[in-house]
């Protein structure tokens, strides 16, 4: 429909009613951004479970201590980084190659970060690259929930167009004739030619009804489920910094026992080399406790490269200076107790399975599959939706000339419903939303089953290790001894030095143990929190 008188009242209302629009928009789309999400009404399928904006990357502060849950050791923010490190701030293989002109790596020196497990954990929460993307891809889903919100609301359009022909023309009551014009016109929509309404409107609005409706509830889901998806890339990233910094403890710890294992055997091969020059003993002892050495200074080479390995991988995980080099606090290693191995399995996972932010995920993901069906259940019903407002200056002549320019309002609303291909395109439309549908609910029973595997191997990987501790404490103990008997026997003039051979070998291997088996314990710990979707705060 086309109206042009100047004092219509209908032009002075839809005019009135865009432009308090327009400042209604501006003046709300920054609060809206920052607390509508916090305020509005749960998504309908899911109950009580809110969407949240997500909170600003946490990093330690003085005025915030940070706790390892469970653990109850709480460290302060101020002895993170110790005084031998002051100034010294992580920076990332992106940050070093951008600074000044490309900064040489091999001459920056190789900076000292000391650590413990709880300033580890605080690091990864506050400066990780996963989580980081993680919540950038949240901001993009909230964006466009922002946008769908405000789908019906109309756009501003404002120009000028000028148009001219020369030649002929088919008039409405079909006669040819030959016509040499121009117009011009300028203000809110352009493009108006002849008797035809704008066709690039000033003030438009176009949508499909469904749209309007059902993708602000997609949208609302796709937005919790990234939320939900930076719990767990969070939680991951915890478990990832956990474990590498446990297994630099242990090749720390490793690297100890091989140095002492070394010095054992060099002090061991000199007796028997002595007591071979004098005749007291075999030339044999002297040669086999020689090798002994030798196989243990390899041991040593291995412990190091150990070290450097997992210095590595912790520094990746912390997205710290790729030279830096983390030197653990803890002086030896010590179970960490974070869930009672005595849970039943059944009360784990009834734990792990509500608790868990990827099936949280995978819940929104389902309920948006819903409602993209729905929105294709209800196309064929609903409209699409134009409507366009013009108010500007028009003038146009013959020939070139561009005069009579007057004012020129146009308003036009249209509303089509469409059937796609005869309706074969919208029963193919709905049967492909509900196919998404059931791959969604099949890939939440699937995250049910890898949830329920995860908590049950972890725990009784922690019932099994707990019990490992003892024994391997009560081996390290028997070969201490073992290794003190035989050495005071040898300071005793009884026996022969090479008889110590086995004890040093045992000695190595019982304390080997015993790191391996603690900090295979503490992982498991570990693994079986994150199992459960318990955050490490």
Not at 93 to 115: C, H, K, W, Y
Not at 137 to 152: F, G
Not at 171 to 179: K, N, P, R, Y
């Amino acid at each position: 429909m086309k109206h042009r008188r100047k004092s219509s009242p209908l032009r002075g209302i839809l005019t009135g009613a865009c432009c308090a629009a327009v400042i209604a928009i501006a003046g709300c789309a920054g609060p809206q951004r920052a607390g509508s999400a916090l305020r509005r009404n749960p998504p309908p399928m899911l109950g009580q479970q809110q969407l949240q904006r997500l909170p600003p990357t946490t990093t330690a502060t003085a005025s915030a201590p940070v706790r390892l849950a469970a653990m109850q050791v709480t460290l302060e923010a101020e002895s993170l980084v110790p005084a031998t490190a002051a100034g010294l701030r992580p920076r990332s293989v992106a940050e070093v190659m951008a600074q000044g002109g490309g900064e040489d790596i091999s001459d920056a020196g190789q900076p000292t970060m000391q650590l413990d497990l709880t300033s580890t954990l605080a690091m990864v929460s506050g400066q990780s690259p996963v989580v980081a993307h993680a919540a950038a891809r949240y901001e993009e889903a909230y964006a466009r929930l922002a946008a769908s919100k405000v789908l019906w609301v109309p756009s501003i359009r404002a120009g000028v167009s000028y148009h001219h022909h020369d030649g002929n023309l088919q008039a409405s009551g079909g006669a040819i004739a030959d016509v040499n014009r121009s117009s011009f016109q300028g203000g809110l929509g352009v493009g108006a030619v002849g008797a035809g309404t704008t066709p690039v409107p000033g003030v438009v609005a176009q949508f499909h009804a469904s749209d309007a409706i059902f993708q602000p509830r997609i949208n609302e889901h796709a937005a919790s489920a990234r939320s939900h998806a930076v719990d767990a890339a969070m939680n991951d990233s915890l478990l990832d910094g956990a474990i590498a910094y446990l297994e630099l403890l242990r090749a720390e710890q490793l690297r100890a026992v091989a140095n002492e294992t070394l010095a054992n055997a060099n002090q061991l091969a000199k007796l028997t080399a002595s007591f071979a020059d004098t005749g007291q003993g075999a030339q044999a002892d002297a040669d086999r406790a020689k090798t002994e050495a030798a196989i243990r200074t390899n041991d040593v080479a291995r412990a190091e490269e150990e070290v450097d390995v997992a210095n590595a991988r912790l520094v990746e995980v912390l997205s710290a200076d790729p030279y830096t080099r983390i030197v653990p606090t803890e002086p030896v290693v010590v179970p960490l107790h974070l869930i009672d191995p005595d849970h039943g399995s059944g009360e784990l996972l009834a734990m792990g399975l509500s608790s868990r932010p990827e099936l949280a995920e995978a819940r929104h993901l389902v309920n948006e599959a819903v409602h993209r069906y729905e929105r294709e259940r209800y196309a064929p019903l609903l409209p699409s939706v134009l409507l366009g407002l013009s108010d500007g200056s028009f003038g146009g002549g013959l020939g070139g000339n561009i005069g009579n320019s007057a004012n020129r309002f146009d308003f036009d609303a249209v509303a089509f419903w469409e059937l796609r291909n005869f309706g074969f395109g919208e029963r193919a439309a709905r049967d492909e939303r509900w196919s998404v549908y059931e791959q969604r609910q099949l890939e939440e029973v699937r995250l049910m089953d890898r949830v329920a595997r995860e908590i049950n191997v972890a725990h009784a990987q922690v019932r099994s290790r707990k019990g490992q501790i003892a024994v391997a404490e009560s081996a390290v103990e028997a070969a201490t001894e073992s290794y003190e008997r035989n050495t005071t026997r040898i300071k005793e003039g009884v026996g022969l030095p090479i008889e110590t051979l086995q004890a040093i070998q045992a000695l190595d291997q019982a304390r080997r143990e015993y790191v391996r088996t603690v900090v295979d314990y503490n992982a498991a710990q570990f693994r079986l929190h994150r199992a459960l979707g318990w955050a490490i705060q």
